[in-house]
C-alpha cells in the first residue's frame, strides 16, 4: 500500500508508506476547512501520475484508489475482482478477449 498527501502537509516526513506530491495552487489556502473540498482530481491526477512514472503500477495487475473516507475492504475487493474475471472467462468471445487488457 502507498498513502499520498500533499508536500504542504504538517504530518511527520519520515514514513516509508507516504509518498508526498506537489498540487496545484488552489483558490483557497490548505488550512480553510474547505480545501480540496469536491476537488478530489486535483490529488489523484497527480498520484496516478507518479504510479505511471515510477512504474509502480506495473508490477500489479490491479490498483485501487480507496479515500479516506470510504470503508474499504480489501478481502471483499479481492473477492469482487476474482468474480468479475471468472465472469468474463465464461463469457462470450469479447468478454474473454478482453482479460488480455
Known amino acids: 500500500h502507498l498513502f499520498f498527501t500533499d508536500t504542504g502537509s504538517p504530518n511527520k516526513t519520515d514514513e516509508e508508506d507516504f509518498v508526498r506530491l506537489t498540487l496545484p495552487q488552489q483558490r483557497l489556502a490548505r488550512t480553510h476547512g474547505q480545501w ?3 476537488r478530489n482530481m486535483v490529488g489523484l491526477m497527480p498520484a496516478w501520475d507518479y504510479l505511471l512514472k515510477s512504474k509502480i503500477a506495473d508490477r500489479y495487475d490491479w490498483l485501487v484508489n480507496s479515500e479516506l473516507d470510504h470503508f474499504f475492504s480489501p478481502s471483499r475487493a ?4 476474482a468474480a468479475y474475471l471468472q465472469g468474463m472467462e465464461e463469457g462470450n468471445k469479447e468478454d474473454k478477449a478482453s482479460l488480455d487488457g
Open 36 to 38: 480540496l473540498y469536491h
Open 78 to 81: 479481492k473477492e469482487n475482482i
